[in-house]
């Protein structure tokens, strides 16, 4: 069955690191995929995606990557902030609208 | 525009009662989402339309769970009769293929569901 992963553990960084999350996927071929942020209490909020025939995409602070022969994708924010805390979801799709999303990954920055 | 409204933003309810959410999507989005959220099963797909028709429903846990969208501005979740184990956040989310087929989609604040 299509399964999707992301690391389950926190991941704590210093304020100013690179934090890297990743997003693992096995039995699909996705056509692109999204990554969103969540914050307690809130709905899921977009932030970037990525097609399958693309490796890198960028917007200011924060770059996703698309392998799709290790079928993973990586999010990067770079000279991270406490305001980046939040729990960062990746989700997959073919071109019908309907997205698979992974367990999401909570990030914490220390100041 | 004021993006997804859901109602009611909580709900706690016994069991054997129904329990009925509420959606009002993205003006000119045509594609409707309900999602339920746990710590256990994370952001799980309920159900989705495609103006106004459901597409899929395969991941609606059970006969207990419908869900209607009579026109293209309002769509219900409804649970009867509900259960303990139905306690969990539901989002209603909305979106539109767009120009460049993009799907991005739009969620709301969410329901959250307690039933004791």
């Known amino acids: 069955s299509q399964k999707i992963e992301q690391n389950s553990e926190a991941l704590n960084i210093q304020e100013g690191k690179t934090a890297t999350l990743t997003c693992n996927y096995t039995?699909?071929?996705?056509?692109?995929l999204q990554w969103y942020r969540q914050d307690p209490g809130r709905g899921p909020v977009f932030l970037l995606l990525i097609r399958e025939n693309e490796k890198e995409k960028r917007k200011e602070r924060l770059k996703v990557t698309f392998d799709t022969t290790l079928k993973q994708s990586l999010f990067h924010i770079t000279a991270s902030q406490p305001a980046d805390s939040a729990t960062y979801l990746c989700?997959?799709?073919?071109?019908?609208?309907?997205?698979?999303f992974g367990q999401g990954t909570t990030l914490q920055v220390k100041p | 525009d004021a993006g997804v409204i859901q109602s009611p933003r909580h709900e706690v309810t016994e069991m054997g009662q129904e329990v009925t959410l509420r959606c009002k999507p993205i003006?000119?989005?045509?594609?409707l989402f309900w999602y339920r959220q746990t710590m256990m099963r994370g952001l799980e797909l309920l159900i989705y339309?495609?103006?106004?028709?459901?597409?899929?429903d395969s991941g609606m846990p059970e006969d207990r769970f419908s869900a209607k969208m009579p026109n293209a501005s309002f769509s219900t979740l409804k649970i009867q009769p509900s259960e303990p184990r139905d306690s969990a956040v539901y989002f209603c989310?909305?979106?539109?293929?767009?120009?460049?087929?993009?799907?991005?989609?739009?969620f709301g604040p969410g329901t959250r569901l307690t039933v004791t």
């Open positions: 039995n699909y071929s996705p056509a692109y």
């Open positions: 003006s000119g989005h045509d594609y």
């Open positions: 989700a997959f799709s073919s071109n019908t609208g309907k997205l698979i």
């Open positions: 989310a909305s979106s539109s293929r767009g120009l460049a087929g993009r799907y991005e989609q739009y």
């Open positions: 339309f495609n103006n106004n028709v459901p597409i899929d």
